[in-house]
């Protein structure tokens, strides 16, 4: 089975950094996704790692390591608007496509 | 805008009910993902579908089905509506079956309100 585990809330203050870790467990790899959901809102797409190593797309970045199972989101120069839940997922041999339970980022002035 | 339509956007049925959401993937995408999403929870995986075949099932209710017609667009089913049932449904499409490249994220609908009172 797949197991995705990622903090439940993060704190942190506009202009800052805030790192999201995600650790996961599953049958085959076959990429790792991040997500952005406000409340009440579809997720959008931000991130894609399927190779060992940093992505980075303008303020965000996202970091893989599948010997460890690891990934996290380093989200740089915090907005305000940046205030919303994050989802780590990952996509098994089969194509199946599972979510962690997000990480609720508050920034605050 | 996703490109990924899902209708109604705003559902209200009684306990016991039956009902359809509608999902039209993107265009030439042939995966298909419905995920359940109850109030601040997590995405729960229901079921995918790709090219009209059913290829993977997460922890979807007996009382829930699904298929995808030769358009591609899919059904979602739920019978026997019960309280616990409401919640936000959405719908995924992406390109390919697995990773590995390109244009693999899956982009979602903007979902189905589904209330049962």
């Given at each position: 089975g797949q197991n995705i585990d990622q903090p439940t809330e993060m704190t942190a203050t506009e202009g800052a950094i805030v790192q999201i870790n995600c650790t996961y467990q599953t049958s085959g790899f076959n990429g790792l996704f991040w997500y952005q959901q406000h409340a009440g809102e579809a997720p959008t797409f931000l991130s894609y790692n399927v190779l060992d190593g940093l992505e980075e797309k303008g303020r965000f970045s996202s970091f893989l390591s599948r010997s460890k199972g690891y990934s996290y989101l380093l989200l740089k120069?915090?907005?305000?608007?940046?205030?919303a839940s994050y989802l780590c997922a990952v996509k098994d041999s089969w194509g199946k496509l599972q979510f962690g339970a997000g990480t609720q980022v508050v920034v605050t002035p | 805008d996703s490109g990924v339509t899902q209708t109604p956007k705003h559902l209200i049925t009684a306990t016991g009910q039956r009902v359809t959401l509608r999902c039209s993937p993107r265009s030439g995408d042939l995966s298909v993902y419905w995920y359940q999403q109850s109030l601040d929870q997590g995405l729960q995986f229901l079921i995918q579908y790709y090219n009209g075949e059913e290829r993977a099932k997460g922890n979807?209710?007996?009382r829930f089905s699904a298929q995808q017609f030769p358009d591609l667009h899919s059904e979602l089913n739920l019978s026997s509506?019960?309280?616990?049932?409401s919640a936000l449904y959405f719908c995924a499409s992406s390109?390919?079956?697995?990773?590995?490249?390109?244009?693999t994220e899956a982009f979602f609908g903007q979902g189905t309100r589904l209330t049962v009172v």
């Open positions: 120069e915090l907005q305000m608007k940046d205030s | 979807i209710l007996e509506l019960e309280l616990g049932d390109a390919n079956l697995q990773g590995g490249g390109m244009n």
